[in-house]
């Protein structure tokens, strides 16, 4: 039997969350522990049906939850700006910004809305253009802006000589690349917040490895049934094998997001074997995310790819 974990959150009350990928998995579940803290919630997703679905499930274990959902599809820079326009629109802080969708290993290469290799646009560029377009409010909330990646990011590398992957995509390699520039511009938003004055500290997460929907059938990915590794991540997190629990999963987010002891910069997963299940703990860097220069090198061309600059008001 898997091993359960538990994380006793401070009270949110007064708190703005938005938290990206809350539709299902280890999103709905951060979701739902932020509503029952006390946050006001806001879910941004794709899929208004998944949306509402998610919404009665909090409701119906947390009657008082305060939930609201946004439309967001984070591999159209139209739809991100749209929402930063809306959110901006109605004036209210945010106090906490839980960057947790991603998409992973299309069979076959895809392209967002905007010609970007779908992993890199989705899980990197959205959520970078997604920053970009909250920064007044996140600098107004003082906000903890924590950035989920993955085990996939302990090796690997940024592919600058070909960051769309046109010339011989490898699906696990650009899901690696998506999650390393991901992570290294979130180290940068906590150098360039502090050097700023800007208030917002920025922190990293990963949920380790669990039976999430990633790697099943996902007919909008090209992919017609779940993948042999689902199958073999599912036995072992029933046996309380190596791996963690969807319910342990989404821990290592709720800490780095919420906790008084978790600091800027700094990486939150799993304690387990590999990092891959167990209870949430601060852990080191891995090591593509250690390089300065690299992630200085990201958040440029991030920049630029995205349409986006980061300018911000030091908070009053």
């Not at 609201?68 to 901006?88: C, I, N, T």
């Not at 909330?141 to 690997?156: K, L, P, Y």
């Amino acid at each position: 039997m898997p091993r359960t974990h538990h994380l006793d959150l401070p009270d949110l009350s007064g708190r703005r969350a938005v938290v990206t990928g809350a539709s299902d998995g280890i999103g709905l579940g951060i979701a739902g522990s932020l509503a029952a803290a006390g946050a006001e919630v806001v879910l941004p997703v794709r899929n208004r049906a998944k949306g509402e679905a998610a919404l009665a499930r909090i409701r119906s274990r947390h009657p008082a939850a305060r939930l609201s959902l946004r439309e967001l599809d984070l591999s159209s820079l139209e739809s991100v700006a749209a929402l930063g326009g809306q959110l901006r629109a109605e004036g209210l802080p945010v106090h906490l910004l839980i960057n947790n969708a991603g998409v992973m290993t299309p069979p076959e290469r895809q392209v967002t809305a905007d010609g970007f290799e779908l992993q890199l646009g989705t899980n990197h560029l959205g959520h970078v253009a997604l920053v970009a377009h909250l920064l007044p409010l996140l600098v107004a909330g003082r906000a903890r802006v924590t950035s989920q990646i993955s085990v996939a990011a302990r090796a690997g590398r940024v592919n600058w000589d070909d960051l769309n992957w046109e010339s011989s995509y490898d699906g696990m390699r650009a899901y690696s690349q998506s999650k390393i520039a991901f992570g290294l511009f979130a180290l940068e938003l906590e150098r360039r917040s502090r050097a700023g004055g800007w208030g917002i500290t920025s922190n990293l997460s990963h949920p380790g490895v669990a039976p999430t929907s990633l790697l099943t059938a996902r007919a909008e990915l090209g992919r017609e049934r779940d993948t042999p590794q689902i199958a073999v991540i599912r036995r072992l997190s029933r046996a309380g094998i190596l791996v963690g629990t969807v319910d342990s999963a989404q821990l290592p987010a709720l800490l780095a997001a919420t906790s008084a002891q978790a600091r800027g910069g700094r990486l939150h997963g799993p304690a387990g074997p590999g990092h891959l299940g167990g209870r949430p703990t601060e852990h080191a860097l891995f090591r593509p995310l250690r390089d300065v220069r690299e992630a200085e090198r990201v958040w440029r061309v991030s920049e630029e790819l995205a349409g986006v600059s980061f300018s911000a008001p030091a908070p009053a």
